[in-house]
């Protein structure tokens, strides 16, 4: 099974979208409220657009997220103080990424990515007695 990156962004609409990158002739995305919705809706396209291409490959999806994408999906799992906390970005700032009142810099969102990956890290070596 082939191997595709999948771009999940929020519109200025605030709805989000998931869009494979891959060099096939037949086009298919989602979208959605919410990104959950966004990646369903990929799925049901993609099982769509192989119904009227019987040629196009079964995919397995690597989905990178925008900042707001990540902050609405993870935000039930992880409050926006935490976050705070794991990538030293004041909440407030953090809140205006996920309204989209503000989208953040480059190295934001490799700050933001940097913390997170050193919080997973140090979660995988989190062992219990």
């Known amino acids: 099974m082939k191997k595709i990156d999948v771009i999940i962004e929020r519109g200025k609409d ?8 891959h060099e ?3 086009g298919f995305f989602g979208s959605g409220k919410t990104v959950e919705e966004a990646i369903a809706d990929l799925h049901n396209s993609h099982a769509e657009a192989k119904e009227m291409l019987s040629e196009l490959p079964d995919f ?3 989905i990178l997220y925008d900042i707001a994408s990540f902050l609405q999906l993870f935000g039930k799992k992880m409050s ?10 004041n909440r407030k700032q953090l809140s205006h990424y996920v309204t ?27 062992a219990f007695v």
């Open 14 to 21: 605030g709805l989000f979208t998931a869009v494979p990158q």
């Open 24 to 26: 096939h002739s037949v």
């Open 60 to 62: 397995e999806y690597n």
């Open 80 to 89: 926006l103080a935490g976050l705070q906390t794991i990538t030293g970005i």
């Open 100 to 126: 989209g009142h503000s989208k953040p810099s480059p190295a934001t969102v490799r700050k933001i990515e940097q913390g997170i990956k050193a919080f997973t890290e140090e979660l995988s070596r989190v």
